[in-house]
């Protein structure tokens, strides 16, 4: 599993390629403390799994565990560009409820920004 | 019948003894009432068959000496041998009352002329009761026949002063002739310890006097003939003789029963124990949270090696541990392996880097301890990997299955650090995360 990201303003976008499972995931937590860490006024972090060819219910609760971590210093956090059945996952267990879940990177940006205007 | 028991209470048929092998009648007299009746009773059938055959004194072939005495008795006594069948008793009493040789004489006679009446007799009781034992319920049939034994066995004391003994060297002729014919009636129906059982009692019967032999005889057959529950009830057509050996029989019975009931109830009782514990052991499934989590798991195939990595996870031990119950053979295929690798010390590195990356977060999500040598940790999948990639192969396809499968059922593993700071995960329904 790859992982990169990149800033647009006060947003960051995480790209997330190959496996998103098991020991692999766990490379997402320490590398969002770094972001969070060098990027203090960030106020939206998007992860998109678009290069994500995997997920496993480690995937999922590293997913919740940075949403928590993100909540509490109230930075929005969102997901983009998830396989079809990735997708079904979350909706099936409910997490599109709590975690926003967008097709592009664009369609996250804009809401988000109209939600804070 | 009356008159009998009273004689024998009263000491007055003293040559009784003389039928039973030279004991005295006293001692008979010392024998148990329901005993005695017997013994008294089948006597009274042999005079009274002694009667209605010949009512003559020629029957008895007595000395003219003893005729002499008898008839004068008879006269004195103004009694007719016709007149009444039961005075024979009193008859044949008075006769026997005589010295000892003409008693001897006297029963010597009379046995010669009955015995081939008696053994007739015999025959056909016998006959008679085979076949009622084969139609007798066969739960009750043993009992029967042990009454019988033990009955026998109880004569032979009084008698004899000694028990039963399987084998006789004085068995005549009629004995080989009826045991062949019971041999032969006994050989369909009936099971190996009850023909032992009837060999047993018919071959001592045939040690017993004659007139005793045919005592017992017609206790056994009474014991199928009579109605057991009406025996000793008022207006039991029976006979209060045929009452008390009923009695004795429903004693038998009971005591059989008893013991039965006894060891039915301790097995029931034992029974009960056991399923209160198993109800006790078994987890209560309103209360277990991961039922649904167990169900579906339990649908699944995994190779359970797993737990041998899992330290402080305890429900994926949960989880797996029932999982290693379904599939026992899968479990132990592979810790033979990993055994026999072990033993070998073999050191072979063959997976992809994939699987070992996969092997990896097992290792660290099930929380294995970091004191763990984790290279060799990794020799050791490794080993498996090598030595059973079907297996091995199997059980990551699995792993990842099963995760699927929580999933669906809304769990994912959540990490969490302990207070050392180490890293565990753990599974959560998502809601409560």
Known sequence: ?117 | MTDITAAGENNQIPVLNKFEKQKTFSDLSNVKDDFRAVILEQYKHITQKVVNHQPSLEILQLSDNSKEMLSSWLEKNKISLLDNKLICFDILRQILSFNEKTQNLVILEFEKIKRKEIEKKEQKRFVEIIKLTKQADPRIRPVILNACLEFLTRIYKKLYNRSLQTSSSDQGGSYEALHNLVVQKLSTDLKTEEINTFETIYRNVFRLPLIVRYGILEFMYSKYTMEYSNAGNPGSPYTSNENRQHEYLRGAIDEQLSVKQQLERKKQLQADKLKKIQEKLRPKAANDPYLDLKREIQKLKIIPYVEMMIKNNSLLKKIVSYACDIHQEHYHTLLQALDTLLTNNQKVVNLSMEEQNCIKSIYKRDGSSPKTDFSQFIDLLNKVGKERPELFRGFLKNQIQIDRNLIKMGVCQVPYNDEEGNEYFAFKKVERV
């Open chain 1, 1 to 117: 599993m790859n992982l990169s990201h990149r800033i647009l303003n006060e947003a960051c976008i995480v790209e997330v390629e190959g496996e998103f499972i098991g020991y692999k995931a766990r490379q997402l937590t320490p590398y969002i403390d770094t972001i969070l860490l060098k990027n203090t006024e960030l106020k939206i972090l998007i992860l998109n799994l678009g290069s994500a060819i995997q997920m496993d219910s480690v995937g999922i609760g590293i997913m919740l565990k940075s949403y928590k971590v993100l909540q509490e210093q109230q930075i929005q956090f969102a997901l983009c560009q998830l396989h079809d059945e990735m997708i079904d996952f979350l909706k099936f267990i409910r997490i599109d409820s709590m975690i926003p879940i967008y097709d592009t990177e664009e369609d996250v940006i804009k809401k988000l920004k109209e939600e804070v205007s």
